[in-house]
């Protein structure tokens, strides 16, 4: 997964040895943390890059979110990955039975809970569907 540090004149930070050492002590497999550093305006490319496509005040915003706050947004991060990968395993086991409305019914049927929770949401959908 990749993470990082998005702003201008980040030379000061120790952000990529920190994460790096946690994720070393966690013994997170394929980590990959970096300093970006990008104006506002490489910002919003970087943004609608990724598919967001926001005003000048929401970049303004954001970016100064970003600043304050550097890892405001990664626990979203984590969690989209997590999705991700958790749909992916269904629909390599159900191959042609994987359907998408079931899936996402499975996943919001967990409601508000810890990944782990989720995924026995997820397996007992694969297993009802094999």
């Known amino acids: 997964m990749k993470y990082g540090l998005i702003g201008e004149h980040l030379g000061h930070s120790f952000s990529k040895q920190i994460q790096t050492r946690i994720a070393e002590i966690e013994n997170v ?3 990959d943390y970096q300093l ?6 490489e910002f919003k490319e970087f943004m609608e890059s990724k598919g967001f496509s926001l005003d000048d005040e929401s970049i303004r915003t954001q970016y100064a979110q970003l ?3 550097p890892a405001a947004f990664e626990p979203y991060y984590v969690g989209y990955h997590e999705i991700i990968n958790m ?3 269904a629909q390599q086991a159900l ?3 994987f359907h998408e409305k079931e899936f ?3 996943l919001l049927e967990s409601g508000i809970a810890p990944f782990q929770v989720v995924q026995q949401h997820i397996d007992a959908y694969v297993e009802k569907n094999k």
């Open 36 to 41: 970006v550093e990008l104006d506002k305006d």
């Open 104 to 106: 996402h019914t499975a």
């Open 87 to 89: 749909k992916e395993d």
């Open 95 to 97: 191959g042609s039975r």
């Open 29 to 31: 497999k394929d980590y």
């Open 67 to 69: 600043q304050a706050n």
